[in-house]
């Protein structure tokens, strides 16, 4: 029902947007964008270019959140500081067949790895690296049909991925609707390596996502987007070192709890135990997204977002997000600003607090039998992101980017996210 | 609300006119790129969207990875 309604809102949109009028018709040749949904890896697609022409593009990330006391996750302290370098290739190896690879490396800093060389018993599962590859081939069977085919792996202390999938485009109206259908699959290996340091061995997580993209056209200066994405995931589908702190009902926990009072597993608060975090095996996730940007005459340009997303754990989310976009020196430099609004409701299983008697508590504190998560990712919080992106074109080939995100949650988990770019084409 | 539904689907549809390519410049110009570009998006799904329990999860990367650090 939810996602019928949701549904109708955005046929509403398009009903709404489509009548509007032409305006600055220019005879040029322009290509036609392609469909924009969530998982859409590029905004220059290979397979539509001339051969021997391509890009590099190399970006380098920082991103960074603090974690006060008992903000968020009680059991874990979630300071973090990850910097990623992306190194993203396209080219053209004739007019109808593209390639591409996207390699990419986190450098991971964050409060549960400092913990785990200070606390050898109570490893954190994450390691302090992440290495990740795509590649990814496009080929254009007409002016109407084209097929794309990707796979890749990534690699972390504690995790290894192996994905594929694939995808067909279609295009109609004299391009002015396109059509994408794609299919995904992840086949994931999870080192369980619990919250007290015990290692029960690999794990497996099978991830298969199908998506439906559209894209319209509905007048010369306004398109939209929109998407649909279905996801089902089986396996082991917990965080393997989150734990969750019981607390007794007859002696609860006074004032902030600091994560740290919970690392000495040997001398717990009174009253106080720790669990592992136990979620069901199985998720199907839905969302629903879209997008209807305006140009305007005065080089600006205006986009409404959303996202609707709903899934059996009983999360749902709602993510309406604007961005305006303007040309400060017409062809040379460019900005970017976005608001972004999150909202999201808790996990069946999820709370922020668990009060379980000693005497009902589970004698096996790695199989504790009944689904609890105090994850605060998986909990009822909003949030607000404000962006900005600076791009420079330096020349028709060379493009520069700048951008900053800052969001604002409610939980307390701040998050700034830097970015900068270099894109060459050639 | 199926009914409404599919009519508002109609109506979207009745409404989309054709737009000539010649007509189609400033829709192929930059602030007018549906798409963020691959490593945008790999760093905004990779980081903050795996701090959000609705997160597409998988990302058109490969490996999602844990998204736990």
């Known amino acids: 029902m939810l996602l019928r309604d949701a549904l109708a809102g955005l046929a509403a949109l398009c009903a709404l947007a489509a009548p509007a009028l032409a305006q600055d018709a220019t005879p040029q040749r322009a290509e036609v964008p392609s469909s924009g949904g969530e998982e859409t890896p590029s905004e220059d697609p290979p397979g539509t270019g001339v051969a021997g022409t391509g890009s590099v593009e190399v970006q380098i990330g920082l991103y960074q959140n603090d974690d006060g006391t008992g903000d968020g996750n009680p059991f874990l302290d979630e300071e973090l500081t990850v910097i990623e370098p992306v190194v993203v290739i396209d080219y053209n190896v004739t007019d109808r067949l ?8 986190d450098y991971v800093s964050s409060a549960s790895i400092e913990r785990l060389s200070n606390y050898p018993e109570q490893s954190g599962a994450s390691g302090d690296y992440y290495y990740g590859v795509n590649l990814n081939m496009r080929y254009k069977v007409n002016e109407d049909v084209q097929l794309g085919l990707h796979g890749g792996g990534s690699l972390e202390y504690d995790y290894t991925s192996v994905g594929f999938g694939g995808d067909t485009t279609l295009d109609w109206n004299d391009d002015n609707t396109t059509l994408k259908l794609g299919f995904n699959g992840f086949f994931d290996t999870v080192k369980v390596i619990r919250f007290n340091g015990t290692q029960e061995g690999d ?11 559209l894209y319209q056209i509905l007048s010369p200066t306004l398109h939209l987007s929109a998407g649909l994405s279905l996801t089902h995931q089986s396996g082991f589908l917990e965080t393997a070192f989150n734990g969750v702190v019981l607390e007794d009902p007859n002696q ?32 199907i996730r839905v969302a629903l997204y879209g997008e209807l940007r305006k140009y305007f005459s005065s080089g600006t340009a205006l986009s409404f977002r959303g996202r609707f997303y709903q899934d059996s754990w009983g999360i ?3 993510a309406p997000e604007v961005r305006v976009y303007q040309w400060i020196v017409d062809d040379v430099f460019r900005v970017r600003f976005r608001y972004r609004f999150y909202l999201q409701t808790a996990a069946d299983d999820y709370s922020e607090r668990f009060f379980v008697s000693p005497s009902a508590r589970p004698t096996d504190v790695l199989d504790p039998g009944t689904e609890r998560t ?3 990712d998986l909990g009822d919080f909003t949030s607000h992101t404000l962006g900005l992106k600076f791009t420079i074109h330096a020349t028709d080939s060379v493009r520069f980017d700048l951008a900053g995100d800052y969001v604002l949650r409610e939980d307390g988990i701040d998050q700034i996210l830097l970015s900068a770019g270099l894109r060459v084409g050639f | 609300m199926r009914r409404l539904t599919y009519a508002c689907l109609l109506l979207a549809l009745a409404g989309c006119k054709t737009v000539d390519f010649t007509e189609k410049r400033h829709l192929a110009d930059p602030v007018m790129q549906l798409d963020d570009g691959a490593a945008e998006t790999h760093f905004q799904q990779k980081c ?11 990302g ?7 998204g736990c650090y």
């Open chain 1, 98 to 105: 593209a390639v591409g690879a996207q390699l990419s490396y």
């Open chain 1, 203 to 213: 794990d497996t997580r099978i991830s298969l996502t199908a998506n439906v993209d």
């Open chain 1, 252 to 283: 609860p926990l006074v004032g902030d709890r600091d994560p740290d009072a919970f690392v000495n597993l040997a001398n717990l608060p009174p009253g106080v135990g720790i669990v592992a975090e136990e979620l069901p095996d199985t998720r």
């Open chain 1, 316 to 318: 749902f989310s709602v």
């Open chain 1, 374 to 376: 105090q994850d605060s």
């Open chain 2, 48 to 58: 903050t969207y795996s701090r959000e329990g609705s997160a597409g999860g998988i």
């Open chain 2, 60 to 66: 058109s990367s490969a490996g999602g990875g844990c």
